[in-house]
């Protein structure tokens, strides 16, 4: 249930960089696999919060890249299935992970004002 304070997050930081609310027709995020959120359920928490604090129904669309480690022994760069999988090229568990924890708002769209 930690997706309700994310949208809350999200929804301070983009109120904070417009300098207050707007109406918003679309937020484009990314989320890692590896970040701890789940994509489904920021997408209910965020529907119900959105237009409580004044934000309109902006559409939420979320990207969803793929994780990937360098592995610390044999180099290879290689798509991290799970925390407790290995470098398919020499089975070791030792990496550094290059992307996945992402919880990013790419851009955001609002809707124009008129005079």
């Known amino acids: 249930m930690h997706e309700l304070s994310v949208a809350e997050s999200i929804l301070n930081t983009i109120e904070q960089h417009l300098g207050g609310k707007k109406i918003l027709t679309k937020i484009n995020l990314s989320i890692g696999p590896l970040s ?5 359920s920021l997408e209910f928490w965020f529907s119900e919060i ?8 902006p559409v939420l669309e979320i990207k969803k890249p793929k994780a990937s480690a360098v592995c610390a022994q044999c180099k290879n760069t290689y798509e991290v299935k799970s925390f407790y999988s290995g470098c398919p090229q020499c089975g070791n568990f030792e990496r550094t992970v290059s992307s996945g924890y992402e919880c990013v708002i790419d851009s955001i769209e609002i809707e124009m004002e008129t005079e």
Request: charged letters at 30%; glycine letters at 24%; aromatic letters at 8%.
């Open 36 to 40: 701890g959120v789940s994509a489904e």
């Open 50 to 57: 959105v237009k409580e604090k004044g934000f309109g129904t």
